[in-house]
């Protein structure tokens, strides 16, 4: 199992009420890092275990066609948001890489001491109970990853200025 180690990461965004912090980092600063820093943290090719706000969370992601994998093993504490938060960032990476989707199976069906508020969020989320090959009982979502907004170019006007939007357009 590896450990996070020289890559903090964290998450912010104006519809989560608190910052979770995702080993230290926001997620502007997060998204942020330079690609082959990001990828190397969290695509390991193996479990890998991360705080995320007051939870220590055990998971493993890869990326598979044009989908983007968050399997998530287990979730130690937390309950400040922290699902949400990984379901933004996972969301935001999705995008900038120019995935379609996010996958994401979450191993909380038959813990010692089930979380309540966990399977709440998942069922709210619209995650259903599914059997994972190789894996036994889990909860399974598949999320459709919106592309990144790109704003268009400016169009030139007479002169050689720029004008956006161009003229006429929404007047």
């Known amino acids: 199992m590896n450990r996070l180690r020289s890559t903090r990461m964290s998450l912010s965004s104006p519809h989560i009420?608190?910052?979770?912090?995702?080993?230290?980092?926001?997620a502007e600063e997060l998204l942020a890092l330079p690609e082959e820093q990001l990828d190397g943290a969290i695509f390991t090719g193996g479990p890998v275990v991360f705080r995320a706000g007051s939870a220590e969370v055990l998971g493993e992601f890869t990326i598979r066609s044009d989908r983007?994998?968050?399997?998530l093993a287990q979730i130690d504490g937390g309950g400040e948001g922290v699902l949400p938060t990984l379901w933004l960032m996972a969301s935001r990476y999705a995008s900038r890489r120019g995935l379609q989707e996010v996958e994401?199976?979450?191993?909380?069906i038959h813990c010692a001491q089930p979380n309540l508020k966990l399977r709440?969020?998942?069922e709210r989320r619209g995650f259903v109970t599914r059997e994972m090959p190789g894996h036994g009982k889990a909860y399974y979502g598949l999320q459709s990853v919106a592309p990144m907004s790109v704003r268009p170019h400016p169009t030139p006007t007479y002169g050689g200025a720029q004008e956006y939007p161009p003229a006429g357009i929404n007047s």
């Open 17 to 26: 009420m608190r910052t979770i912090r995702i080993e230290g980092y926001t």
């Open 68 to 71: 983007l994998v968050v399997e």
């Open 104 to 108: 994401w199976i979450v191993h909380a």
């Open 120 to 122: 709440r969020v998942l």
